[in-house]
């Protein structure tokens, strides 16, 4: 009896679930834009910057503010609660943003 083919990569992606993301250091969001715009099936279902402008403007960009305050407080049962697949990470900006320096 013949079988069906397998599903192809696209379609095998487009029945899972999407993937559940936390994104740390995430100013006014570049990291979730680009993640979006990927086709990657995610969603950030936590964001966290120490910023409090960034948090303005990433909430006026995605709707969702994210939680403000140092990361390094934060504990592996605390991340675990997210039950995240990924984990989007971008590094500080202020300390060259801050001082006008830019890398040559």
């Known amino acids: 009896m013949d079988q069906p083919p397998p599903p192809r990569p696209s379609e095998a992606m487009e029945a899972q ?4 993301v936390l994104e740390f250091y995430s100013g006014i969001g570049g990291m979730r834009y680009s993640l979006a715009s990927s086709g ?8 966290f910057d120490i910023n ?3 948090n303005d403007v ?19 049962s605390d991340l ?3 039950k995240a697949h990924a984990w989007l990470l971008s590094p500080p ?12």
Not at 93 to 104: D, G, K, L, N, V
């Open 93 to 104: 900006c202020q300390p060259y943003t801050r001082t006008s320096e830019a890398f040559s």
């Open 80 to 82: 675990d609660k997210y």
């Open 40 to 47: 990657v099936r995610a969603e950030v279902v936590e964001a």
């Open 58 to 76: 990433y909430e006026r960009n995605f709707g969702h503010r994210p939680c403000q305050g140092n990361i390094q407080t934060l504990t592996a």
């Open 17 to 20: 679930a999407p993937w559940r």
């Open 52 to 54: 409090d402008v960034a």
